[in-house]
């Protein structure tokens, strides 16, 4: 079956640290993978997405490459901001684009 | 455009009782689903819809019900609340699944 693991937190950063939040998932197929961002009180919001091995998505300074061959959507960031604070979840979706299988989520705190 | 929105923003129930959370989208999306989200299980599909007429379970349906009679509505009935169902629900809509999806602000459900 489907499935996405990602690194538990939380985590804490100091301002311009570099980020990385592994993601790795189990899936039949050729499922596409997301990172989305939930702000506090707010839904998710799509932060980059990737829809076939060796893409790289990118957004507001975030990447993450596809990578088929250890499974992996790995997000990193260079240098975090304060406002970067958030929980991100890690997904994919199943060939049809159906149905969406996310991670436990992965809460960061950037600290001045 | 509003969006995904999301009525109401906050329920407390009884067990036993039933409700109806309400979802709209107005972008024309023919792609809606409902997730639980729950502490360290990420989120959850209950069920989707391809289309007006059409839906179909998800990983969770179980003590749901839902029906779509118009691409812009798609309620979430709960038939009779049980405390396992205390959780922050979120309605989701896109043009196709594979599309970028869009997600409501959430609707937080306690059943006492």
């Known amino acids: 079956g489907n499935s996405v693991t990602q690194m538990e937190g939380p985590v804490t950063l100091s301002e311009e640290a570099f980020l990385t939040i592994n993601c790795t998932y189990t899936?039949?197929?050729?499922?596409?993978l997301f990172w989305y961002v939930q702000y506090p009180g707010e839904g998710l919001q799509l932060l980059l997405k990737?829809?076939?091995?060796?893409d790289k998505g990118s957004n507001k300074g975030f990447e993450a490459t596809y990578r088929k061959e250890t499974t992996s959507f790995h997000l990193e960031k260079g240098s975090v901001q304060v406002s970067d604070s958030a929980v991100y979840f890690c997904?994919?979706?199943?060939?049809?684009?159906?149905?969406?299988?996310f991670g436990t989520g992965t809460s960061l705190t950037v600290i001045p | 455009n509003a969006g995904v929105t999301q009525t109401p923003k906050f329920q407390v129930l009884k067990t036993g009782q039933s409700m109806t959370l309400q979802c709209a989208q107005d972008?024309?999306?023919?792609?809606m689903s409902w997730y639980r989200q729950d502490p360290g299980m990420g989120l959850r599909l209950i069920h989707y819809?391809?289309?007006?007429?059409?839906?179909d379970q998800g990983e969770v349906p179980n003590g749901y019900n839902v029906s779509r009679s118009t691409t812009e509505d798609f309620p979430l009935r709960l038939l009779s609340a049980a405390p396992s169902q205390t959780s922050v629900y979120f309605c989701?809509?896109?043009?196709?699944?594979?599309?970028?999806?869009?997600f409501g602000p959430g609707t937080r459900l306690t059943v006492l």
């Open positions: 989701a809509s896109s043009y196709s699944g594979l599309g970028r999806v869009f």
């Open positions: 899936a039949t197929g050729y499922p596409s």
């Open positions: 990737a829809t076939k091995a060796d």
């Open positions: 997904a994919l979706s199943d060939q049809t684009g159906n149905q969406f299988y």
């Open positions: 972008m024309n999306h023919e792609y």
């Open positions: 819809s391809v289309g007006a007429g059409i839906t």
